[in-house]
């Protein structure tokens, strides 16, 4: 079945870097676009960075870009976001999410936390 599985989060201090992980299976991962959320406290989900299925487009939330990449390899069935110039309003819990055969699947999410 399909599976999303988030690592990398943590307690960082503001200006920090993280990167995330999102390691997939039971899916054609080449054939779509993966995208990374976030949920803050008392907050709704709201859409990060995406990623198209090879890669060659890519969006961003305004208030990431610059600071965030999100990235992938189709070889390890894998998506990344590397997030640089942390600041305390980019802590969330973040998830990747795809949707495949016209079903979304979410993974577990991954806290990270911005901090001094």
């Known amino acids: 079945q399909v599976q999303l599985v988030e690592s990398g989060g943590g307690l960082v201090q503001p200006g920090g870097s993280l990167r995330l992980s999102c390691a997939t299976s039971?899916?054609?991962?080449?054939?779509?676009?993966m995208s990374w959320y976030r949920q803050a406290p008392g907050k709704e989900r709201e859409l990060v960075a995406a990623i198209s299925s090879i890669g060659g487009t890519t969006n961003y939330k305004d208030s990431v870009k610059g600071r965030f990449t999100i990235s992938r390899d189709n070889a390890k069935n894998a998506v990344y976001l590397q997030m640089n110039s942390l600041k305390p309003e980019d802590t969330a819990v973040y998830y990747c999410r795809t949707i495949y055969s016209g079903r979304i699947y979410w993974g577990q999410g991954t806290q990270v936390t911005v901090s001094s």
């Open positions: 039971g899916f054609t991962f080449s054939g779509v676009a």
